[in-house]
């Protein structure tokens, strides 16, 4: 194992600088990087020209990353009121902004009418429930579980034992009893994948969503104005991996669109996806600094961050590759476990991972945490949030979240009353 296998998204030296600039540990994202690869992704399907990504807000829930997305033509995906306020907040509005929520509170549906968002039910009971509590929009979107239909995959797990979506049966009679009770448009989605890297796995799900609108269609007499083939495109975590053709998949959902739907005889409909891994992921990182080395059973090097900065390989063990700043070309030839200073010993951001010789204060770079980064953070055992730096495309970098401080930690406590108690 020698040299550094995966390029940075932001030059090694330029970290160097805003290490000693910064307390670290920190995420720093990339503002060149998001608007070429959400151009990339406008591009792809640029042949529909209504097509929309809404970007996952739960991936990034940061409003300055959701203004240049916006401005870049993409929507919000929210799934809760804070993200419905954020979406707001940042300017994103009307159908721009997709409500696609599961055991759905009746605020959260009050707040997303009132923003005009395309409201995306997950389950029949709900379309009564939206019909009580805020009354139907003229437009609803029902999401499909395809159950045995798809097979899924290691994080979403099997789409028939997902808590999501309706039956094929439900699809049927959702629809129309929408229709029945004066909605007039209608929208189908599916959200069956995640961090998938297979292109055909987003063209099967296309076929399979075109090909059922235009069933639901013919049966019931209805059109679909919006299908949203749900998000879950991967990214290329580990060296070596393929970063996900977006130009093929276009190709591919473009020609089952022109076969199912239009050949069919359906009119043209808005094509949308809801991905937020792959908008982000890649152009963001977590930089951290070695903060003690400790040799017992295994070699373990502690870092200043820790699960709550980066939860993804405590919790899904997944993979995210590490740089060690000044370092890229020595010999990797130590072997480290990576970890944090959480009191849970799944608290790691590698095991055995083949690295340079560490010595405290070294920079660590962990790629590849733009998306579902940050954002999964928490305060188990007091550890605190950090803060979120944007190079901007000037190469300036800006604050875009400061750090939280044990001040935020302590906020919803009333200590004073701890007197009288
Ligand atoms: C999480 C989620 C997404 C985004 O998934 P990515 O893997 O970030 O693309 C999109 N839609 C729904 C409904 C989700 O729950």
Not at 68 to 82: R, T
Not at 287 to 314: F, I, S
Not at 369 to 389: P, V
Request: aromatic letters at 8%.
């Amino acid at each position: 194992m020698s040299l550094d296998a995966k390029p940075l998204p932001i030059p090694a030296a330029e970290i160097a600088v805003l290490a000693e600039r910064y307390p670290t540990p920190f995420h720093l994202y990339d503002e060149a990087g998001i608007r070429e690869n959400a151009r990339r992704l406008n591009a792809a399907f640029g042949w529909n020209p209504t097509f929309q990504n809404f970007f996952a807000v739960k991936a990034c829930p940061n409003p300055f990353i959701m203004k240049i997305l916006m401005e870049e033509g993409f929507g919000a995906d929210c799934s809760s009121l804070p993200e419905l306020l954020l979406a707001e907040a940042t300017g994103i509005k009307g159908d721009a902004v997709m409500f696609t929520s599961n055991d759905t509170p009746a605020d959260e549906f009050v707040k997303a009418r009132q923003l005009g968002a395309v409201i995306n039910l997950d389950d029949i009971s709900h379309i009564d429930f939206l019909r009580e509590v805020a009354g139907l929009p003229d437009r609803v979107c029902l999401r499909y579980n395809p159950g045995p239909l798809k097979g899924g995959n290691a994080i979403i797990g099997k789409p028939e034992e997902a808590k999501y979506g309706f039956t094929r049966q439900q699809l049927f009679e959702g629809f129309r009893m929408l229709r029945d009770c004066g909605v007039k448009r209608f929208g189908l989605h599916t959200m069956v994948a995640s961090n998938e890297l297979d292109p055909q796995y987003f063209i099967d799900t296309a076929e399979l969503l075109f090909g059922l609108a235009g069933e639901l269609s013919r049966e019931l007499g209805i059109v679909f104005d919006l299908i949203n083939l749900g998000g879950g495109i991967g990214i290329p975590y580990r060296p070596g991996q393929q970063a996900v053709d977006l130009e093929r998949v276009g190709r591919g959902v473009r020609e089952a669109y022109e076969r199912l739907l239009i050949g069919a005889g359906h009119p043209p409909v808005k094509v949308c996806l809801e991905c937020g891994r792959m908008v982000t992921g890649p152009y963001g990182c977590l930089v951290t600094r070695v903060r003690h080395l400790k040799r017992t059973y295994k070699n373990y090097a502690g870092l200043d961050a820790c699960m709550a900065n980066l939860m993804r390989p405590a919790l899904y063990g997944a993979y995210h590759h590490i740089t060690v700043i000044g370092k890229e070309t020595l010999p990797h030839d130590q072997i480290y476990d990576v970890t944090g200073s959480l009191c849970e010993n799944n608290d790691k951001f590698a095991v055995d991972r083949h690295l340079p010789a560490l010595e405290r204060g070294d920079v660590l770079v962990i790629h590849d945490a733009g998306a579902h980064g940050h954002a999964m953070g928490f305060q188990y055992n007091g550890k605190l949030r950090s803060a979120e730096y944007l190079r901007r495309r000037d190469k300036s970098v800006t604050m875009i979240r400061r750090a939280e401080t044990v001040q935020d930690y302590l906020a919803t406590l009333d200590l004073a009353r701890l007197k009288t108690f």
